[in-house]
């Protein structure tokens, strides 16, 4: 029995255990490259993601800036996790504690992840002055858009029949969100007798006019828009009786959080939305962990950059205050490959840095950073090769342009 239980002990702290028992190596881990994929900072609502015929008990707040538009909250959120970001890479031995480190920022080609990429970089860097790449305002980038730049040869009806197995069907998923849009109801100042604030119509998905995207109907489409912007209310730090007219404290945000996510359950998570959306993104993820150049490399975008490949690389995203897949201004994944220097072989890790409704409401720097174990690795280090591989055949093949 005592033989028994040292064999057990001794498995448990990883030793080998027989006449010869050594301590196995222990791995000296040093990480080379690092890709951030980010969403922009916090926004003002966009045109039309709430609809017109949402019905209110009271007049929607109003913002500091235009539409779409980063607030000056938003620019000042970024730059506290900008700092976060650059300090969790120097203590992960990536970059220097001073001094100008090398950076690439790349983001869309839309004014809010433009001037969030400029936030980013003042706050990780503040006395230097780094370039942000990016396409001519509007054009479309396939690295951010693969489906308006037509980067794949994306085919609505295979991306509809994946998105009804996926999630049983519009009407399945309507049902899923039965008490979150009762709740959404309630917080627009509908009474229990008088349902209907949040537009209704028939839960439907299908092409978009030119076959190159799709087009979502239904209480889903209604809600998760209506959903995005009470978080953003909280976020943006509005006064408690503007968030929801009152009505929204941190746990329903959470609960409609699912709603904004249930956009994702269609337009990014089905396995052939993964492999279009992600298509040009993965790839420059792939490329950016074995290039030469900047040994940090962010692409500032939008939730559908984060969600899609997440769901390329087969991962929910969980973090504190925010329903599973609902990616908050500013949350991130984080990829870094690593070399074991005995050895030589590189691993990758990913992780989720997000920062919780409380911290971006009061701009402050903690942020939380969850390690992620992708579907196909033995761990949560994942042998590059095999990382590749495996991010690699979930990506659609890019279409030859003529």
């Known amino acids: ?4 239980l040292l064999s057990t002990l001794c498995a448990a702290a990883g030793l080998l255990v027989g006449p010869f028992a050594v301590a196995a190596p222990k ?40 539409e779409s538009r980063i607030t000056p909250h938003g620019v ?44 980013y970089a003042a706050g990780f860097a503040p006395s230097c002055n780094f370039g942000i790449a990016h396409e ?10 693969p489906l308006r730049a037509r980067a794949t040869d994306f085919d609505a009806a295979a991306a509809i029949a994946s998105i ?32 209907g604030c949040v537009p209704a119509g028939t839960a439907a998905v299908g092409p978009s006019a030119d076959g190159h995207d799709l087009v ?14 009470l978080l953003l ?55 950016s962990l074995s290039a030469t150049g900047p040994r940090l490399t962010v692409f500032m975008g939008h939730d559908t950059n984060v969600t899609a490949l997440a769901a390329a690389l087969r991962v929910d995203l ?29 691993f990758v890790r990913v992780s989720y840095r997000t920062q919780s409704p409380a911290t971006l409401r009061g701009l402050g720097q903690s942020a939380s950073l969850v390690a992620l174990k992708i579907p196909g690795c033995a761990g949560l280090l994942c042998p590059a090769a095999t990382f590749s591989r495996l991010l690699g055949s979930h990506l659609a093949p890019l279409q030859i342009r003529r």
């Not at 003002?44 to 913002?63: H, I, K, N, Q």
């Not at 994702?264 to 040009?280: E, G, L």
């Open 1 to 4: 029995m005592r033989i028994k």
């Open 27 to 66: 791995r000296v881990l040093v990480i080379e490259r690092a890709v951030l994929v980010m969403r922009h900072g916090i926004r003002a609502p966009l045109d039309g993601e709430v609809l017109a015929d949402t019905r209110t008990g009271a007049p929607w707040p109003t913002w500091p800036v235009a």
């Open 76 to 119: 000042r959120a970024l730059e506290q996790v900008a700092a976060y970001d650059r300090q969790l890479l120097v203590a992960h031995g990536l970059l220097r504690a001073s001094g100008c480190p090398a950076i690439r920022i790349k983001t869309n080609s839309s004014e809010r992840t433009i001037a969030s990429g400029k936030a």
């Open 136 to 145: 001519p305002l509007g054009v479309a980038d396939p690295i951010f858009e």
């Open 164 to 195: 009804n197995r996926e999630t049983g069907g519009m009407a399945a998923l309507v049902r899923r969100h039965g008490a979150a849009l009762a709740r959404l109801d309630e917080v627009l100042g509908c009474t229990a007798v008088e349902r």
């Open 216 to 229: 979502l109907a239904g209480p889903i489409r209604a809600a998760s828009g209506i959903a995005q912007v």
């Open 233 to 287: 209310e909280e976020v943006e730090g509005l006064p408690r009786e503007s968030v929801g007219w009152g009505r929204a404290d941190p746990v329903t945000l959470e609960q409609l959080g699912a709603l904004h996510a249930a956009l994702f359950a269609v337009f990014t998570h089905p396995p052939y939305m993964a492999a279009h959306q992600a298509a040009v993104l993965g790839r420059a993820v792939l490329a």
């Open 318 to 346: 969980r973090a504190p205050g925010y329903a599973i897949n609902d990616v908050p201004p500013g949350g991130a994944l984080l990829i870094e490959r690593l070399r074991d220097a005995r050895t030589g072989a590189r």
